[in-house]
């Protein structure tokens, strides 16, 4: 019955009421919406790091070439020669190296050529069908399949470079042999081919261009390109069973045959048997080699703490919006007091306790805490869902709006609730100490 | 039902209040009238245990209020006596049937809805039961907070200048309500009063 009186009540000075809830639900929606990105962003930014070390790429900026190749979100830093990587990925400090070569993209999704590893290194099984082999085959992830309705068997035409109006490399279909399974990782949105691929589908496309000199008239050297090969086997012997294996089948099959000699890739996923490659790497690459090594675990923890500024100062902002609806509770109770008094003094004529009137007092700011913060809490994850259409878009990463993060949004009930009962204070405490006879012998 | 043995009451250090004893059995009307500053409505408030005299005794049906604690009381208060005020004050949030259903639930736990929709019906404010108080004129105002100050039967009735800012039909429909009510549900009636049509009315009278 009081908290039917309190409800009543609150809803009896709409404007009040609606201006209090407006600036509560304001500021639990912000510190919601802080605490469902801060929770989900850095699990999804260190889900993809879980196994990577160490990134082998072009010199630049450090950032740029993690997030270019773990995240596939940058541009790359530039290529770096293949032959060159190779000594690196062979060094007994590695447990596995990936290669990554970019180059095209289908209606902006990359196609990366790498190795089945990286579907191995994300968790990705395949959903249908099998993994890339042969040249020009792929496997699509499986957020570009349901988006683009792609199915195994289909074949399309890839644009160079990044953007999806980038010239059409006409002369070379992919072939779609599989579909990854969602990871809820990067791989999801990407198109995976093996390296050489990338490599044929530009010494094709770009004739005549420096990178694709010797490449122009590959078949004439088919016999050369084998003594690449065995040159490059000479570095270690993983690189040389797979290669050899693509190799042979390759002429079994009579395609085309490329020459690994003056190639290029982008960036290569390290990592590492022990822990010796994280101290010594970065120094002796970038003493030895025109490469760089950076730690994606080290920029990432660098990108957050540049981050945070700007996150805390928004936390800052939603809890000076908290204080502010405080206020306006308190004033809300406090000024309605002067004209309550008689209520409060007929309340008790008619039966009522101090501590009903108090506890009226104080459910009424509850009430207005309590709708504040479930309003909050839906329109923070309504924010995040619309954040989260945007960056998937843009950034490949998207959030799960649904999320409870269960502690942290228990403290901020239980800081609403604090805030609550601290500006019902002063007024039920007044309600609770009114002298009846006084307020009604002087009405 | 009520009577009062040698009250006096003081504000401070200035005027001293010597009250004389008054007595009213159940469904017996009695009204003490008093010019302004004779202390009517501090005499009203302590019958009403909303004030505790200095000394004398105030013993309804047979409870000497003295010897109440303040939580008792308010619990005393809501279920034994009722209160009509010179001017009616209503929980403005709340419909006329939620206030009148309010002071039984306050005084005995209970919603007695429907009995206070019969009691609001004797006064004549069927029409207007889900309506806000503010919506209804003085005198229908008036009458409402007698159907609260009714709702739970109490030993006695205090009514404060109930009619005295009531045009004379409406003073003369009030006063007949209160003492027609207050014998039908066997309260003591004490009104406080300057309103010289009601010393037509109340043939008990007590002067201060």
């Not at chain 1, 990577?52 to 773990?70: F, K, N, R, T």
Request: charged share 20%; with cysteine; aromatic share 8%.
């Amino acid at each position: 019955m009081i908290t039917k009186i309190a409800w009543k009540n609150i809803w009896f000075k709409p404007l009040n009421t609606a201006l209090s809830i407006i600036l509560l639900t304001a500021s639990v929606a912000i510190i919601t919406l802080l605490i469902l990105l801060d929770e989900q962003f850095e699990k999804k930014f260190n889900s993809n790091i879980d196994g990577i070390d160490m990134v082998l790429g072009a010199q630049g900026s450090p950032l740029q070439l993690i997030l270019s190749s773990v995240y596939q979100v940058d541009a790359p830093t530039g290529n770096i020669d293949y032959a060159e990587a190779k000594t690196w990925m062979h060094s007994p400090m590695v447990k596995s190296a990936i290669p990554l070569a970019f180059g095209d993209n289908y209606l902006g999704y990359r196609i990366v050529g790498t190795t089945p590893e990286y579907l191995t290194k994300y968790g990705a099984a395949l959903n249908e069908g099998k993994v890339f082999d042969k040249n020009f085959e792929v496997v699509v992830g499986s957020a570009i399949a349901q988006k683009l309705g792609v199915k195994v068997g289909d074949k399309f035409f890839g644009s160079h470079g990044d953007a999806a109006e980038g010239e059409l490399h006409e002369d070379h279909a992919y072939h779609v042999t599989g579909i990854a399974a969602p990871t809820g990782k990067v791989v999801d949105n990407l198109i995976l081919c093996n390296v050489p691929s990338v490599w044929a589908m530009h010494d094709h496309g770009e004739e005549g261009h420096g990178e694709s000199a010797e490449g122009g008239d590959y078949h004439e050297h088919e016999g050369h390109n084998h003594e690449a090969v065995a040159n490059g086997e000479a570095h270690g012997h993983e690189g040389h069973d797979h290669d050899a294996h693509a190799e042979s089948e390759e002429h079994h099959d009579h395609e085309e045959v490329i020459s690994e000699e003056g190639k290029e890739i982008t960036a290569v996923l390290i990592q590492f048997r022990g822990k010796m490659g994280f101290i010594t790497w970065p120094r002796l690459v970038a003493q030895n080699t025109k490469m760089q090594a950076a730690s994606p675990a080290r920029e990432i923890n660098r990108l957050f703490t540049l981050f945070g500024i700007g996150l805390d100062a928004l936390q800052y902002l939603a809890y000076g919006i908290m204080l502010i609806s405080g206020i306006s509770i308190f004033i809300a109770l406090y000024n309605t007091l002067k004209e309550r008094k008689y209520e409060f003094a007929l309340l008790r004529v008619n039966g009522a306790s101090r501590l009903q009137l108090l506890l009226l007092v104080l459910i009424e700011s509850l009430l207005l805490c309590i709708t504040g913060f479930v309003f909050g809490t839906i329109v923070g994850r309504v924010a995040l869902s619309l954040i989260s259409g945007s960056s998937e878009s843009e950034f490949k990463i998207s959030f799960n709006p649904l999320e409870f993060v269960w502690e942290k949004e228990g403290y901020l009930l239980g800081l609403t609730i604090f805030v609550g009962i601290l500006a019902a204070v002063i007024p039920a405490v007044k309600a609770y100490s009114l002298n009846i006879s006084k307020t009604l012998a002087n009405a | 039902m009520i009577s009062t043995q040698n009250i006096r009451f003081a504000y401070g250090k200035g005027a001293q209040f010597n009250f004389p004893d008054i007595t009213a059995q159940a469904g017996q009307s009695l009204l003490i009238t008093g010019g302004s500053g004779r202390g009517k409505t501090t005499l009203l408030h302590i019958l009403g245990g909303l004030l505790r005299p200095q000394s004398g005794q105030v013993l309804i049906d047979g409870t000497d209020l003295a010897s109440l604690s303040e939580n008792k009381l308010d619990r005393f208060r809501g279920s034994n006596i009722g209160l009509v005020l010179q001017q009616a004050y209503f929980v403005s949030s709340l419909n006329v049937l939620e206030n009148v259903v309010l002071a039984s639930w306050l005084a005995t736990g209970k919603q007695a809805t429907d009995k206070a929709k019969q009691l609001l019906q004797e006064l004549d404010l069927t029409d207007h039961l889900h309506k806000l108080p503010s919506q209804l004129s003085i005198g229908q105002q008036q009458r409402v907070s007698i159907a609260r100050a009714l709702i739970n039967q109490p030993k006695l009735l205090l009514a404060d200048e109930p009619t005295s800012s009531l045009d004379d039909e409406n003073a003369f429909r009030v006063a007949d309500m209160l003492s027609h009510l207050a014998k039908q549900y066997g309260s003591a009636l004490v009104i406080v009063t300057h309103d010289q049509r009601l010393k037509d009315r109340f043939p008990n009278q007590t002067s201060l």
